[in-house]
């Protein structure tokens, strides 16, 4: 059976202090910058924010409105910050009182769309300085995860086909180009994942292509770790990964890492094994729910259908520069049912995996 992390991960936190302890790194000093869109400052845990930040589009002003918006919950934290709230959404407002600098990255066809979003964001901002006016809390955390979300289409609309080509000894594997909402029902509640193909295409094809044939239906978590993972995808059998019916043979995926500031991913080898020891992945391991291909511990290209939900604990390991980044592939995250992933555990099961939206972006393997 896949054995990961059962020894290593548990030094994992030991290594982490004890470097951070010797060598006196901050987790700040950890966050990469780079020419990727993840803004310099505290590593980001929120895999939404992770998400937009993950597309491949080039619209500066976009950006600092994202990060204008996604500053407001970290002001909150901080005793409530009103006047550095509205400070945010003056830099917001600002940014969409200049629509055509925002409109410069989005196809014609796609103008009328955006032009709406961008009207409809400038009224929420104004309306979000009305609940921080009244010290409104809540109103002021609805308000800013509904404009967020229209960024998230609106970002997505400047995204101007798929930003490279993989490999063609790929091609006899499924890929994503673009990405996927999977609903998953387990036991213990319903979970939602967007998989980015933008950043693993090979990684996140595998994935939807097996949530499409029904292969997680039924399937257990085969192995919990408070603080650290939730595995499943080992069928039953003696089995520990996919068999394509086409072939007979075990479905093996590469390990897929895109590095920010690279233009396409590096495959088959881990960051540590190339030298690039403080590189960070587009997609890092800094969220609660990020979600990783799991594989043997001696074999980066032995992966096939057994994933692992990252239970991030910001308590227990530093967010910006993780030692799980570069040695395994992310290729989404959670979005929506933290609660639900929180109680599951080893035993309990996945009832169905759906693919409600993006399968239209899943690109079937080329015959041979």
Same mark, same amino acid.
């Given at each position: 059976?896949?054995?990961?992390?059962?020894?290593? &991960?548990?030094?994992?936190?030991?290594?982490?202090?004890?470097?951070?302890?010797?060598?006196?790194?901050?987790?700040?000093?950890? !966050?990469?910058?780079?020419?990727?869109?993840?803004?310099?400052?505290?590593?980001?845990?929120?895999?939404?924010?992770?998400?937009?930040?993950?597309?491949?589009?080039?619209? /500066?002003?976009?950006?600092?409105?994202?990060?204008?918006?996604?500053?407001?919950? !970290?002001?909150?934290?901080?005793?409530?910050?009103? +006047?550095?709230?509205?400070?945010?959404?003056?830099?917001?407002?600002?940014?969409?009182?200049?629509?055509?600098?925002?409109?410069?990255?989005?196809?014609?066809?796609?103008?009328?769309?955006?032009?709406?979003?961008?009207?409809?964001?400038?009224?929420?901002?104004?309306?979000?300085?009305? %609940?921080?006016?009244?010290?409104?809390?809540?109103?002021?955390?609805?308000?800013?995860?509904?404009?967020?979300? &229209?960024?998230?289409?609106?970002?997505? %609309?400047?995204?101007?086909?798929?930003?490279?080509?993989?490999?063609?000894?790929?091609?006899?594997?499924?890929? &994503?180009?673009?990405?996927?909402?999977?609903?998953?029902?387990?036991?213990?509640?319903?979970?939602?994942?967007?998989?980015?193909?933008?950043?693993? =295409?090979?990684?996140?094809?595998?994935?939807?292509?097996?949530?499409?044939?029904?292969?997680?239906? +039924?399937?257990?978590?085969?192995?919990?770790?408070?603080?650290?993972?939730?595995? !499943?995808?080992?069928? =039953?059998?003696?089995?520990?990964?996919?068999?394509?019916?086409?072939?007979?043979?075990?479905?093996?995926?590469?390990?897929?890492?895109?590095? /920010?500031?690279? !233009?396409?991913?590096?495959?088959?080898?881990?960051?540590?094994?190339?030298?690039?020891? &403080?590189?960070? =992945?587009?997609?890092?391991?800094?969220?609660?729910?990020?979600?990783?291909?799991?594989?043997?511990?001696?074999?980066?290209?032995?992966?096939? %259908?057994?994933?692992?939900?990252?239970?991030?604990?910001?308590?227990?390991?530093?967010?910006?520069?993780?030692?799980?980044?570069?040695?395994?592939?992310?290729?989404?995250?959670?979005?929506?049912?933290?609660?639900?992933?929180?109680?599951?555990?080893? +035993?309990?099961?996945?009832?169905?995996?759906?693919?409600?939206?993006?399968?239209?972006?899943?690109?079937?393997?080329?015959?041979?």
């Amino acid at each position: 059976m896949f054995n990961l992390f059962k020894s290593w &991960l548990k030094n994992s936190l030991t290594i982490i202090l004890l470097v951070t302890i010797f060598l006196g790194i901050n987790t700040a000093g950890w !966050t990469f910058s780079s020419n990727a869109a993840l803004p310099a400052g505290n590593a980001i845990t929120d895999g939404k924010a992770l998400l937009r930040y993950a597309l491949p589009i080039e619209n /500066e002003p976009v950006r600092q409105l994202q990060a204008s918006l996604e500053d407001i919950s !970290t002001q909150l934290r901080a005793n409530r910050r009103w +006047g550095a709230i509205s400070k945010d959404l003056k830099k917001a407002s600002r940014v969409l009182d200049q629509p055509d600098k925002i409109l410069a990255s989005v196809p014609e066809e796609r103008q009328s769309q955006a032009k709406a979003w961008i009207s409809e964001l400038k009224s929420g901002v104004d309306a979000l300085q009305e %609940s921080v006016n009244v010290k409104d809390k809540e109103q002021i955390i609805e308000g800013r995860n509904k404009l967020l979300n &229209l960024i998230t289409q609106l970002e997505e %609309s400047m995204v101007k086909g798929f930003p490279f080509e993989v490999p063609t000894e790929y091609s006899n594997l499924p890929q &994503l180009k673009g990405r996927a909402t999977v609903e998953m029902k387990t036991t213990k509640g319903n979970l939602t994942l967007v998989v980015d193909g933008y950043s693993a =295409p090979v990684t996140a094809g595998n994935f939807v292509d097996l949530v499409q044939r029904g292969f997680y239906n +039924g399937l257990q978590f085969t192995r919990s770790e408070e603080s650290y993972v939730l595995q !499943t995808g080992d069928p =039953p059998g003696k089995e520990v990964g996919f068999i394509d019916p086409k072939t007979n043979k075990y479905r093996a995926v590469p390990l897929e890492v895109l590095v /920010e500031g690279d !233009t396409e991913p590096t495959y088959g080898i881990t960051l540590e094994q190339a030298g690039r020891y &403080l590189d960070m =992945p587009v997609l890092p391991f800094s969220s609660f729910g990020a979600l990783a291909m799991a594989r043997p511990e001696t074999e980066v290209n032995g992966g096939s %259908s057994q994933f692992f939900f990252f239970l991030f604990e910001p308590e227990l390991t530093p967010a910006g520069r993780n030692l799980l980044d570069g040695r395994y592939a992310v290729f989404g995250y959670l979005t929506e049912g933290k609660e639900i992933l929180d109680k599951l555990k080893e +035993g309990d099961k996945i009832e169905s995996a759906t693919v409600v939206q993006g399968i239209e972006n899943l690109v079937e393997p080329q015959a041979a």
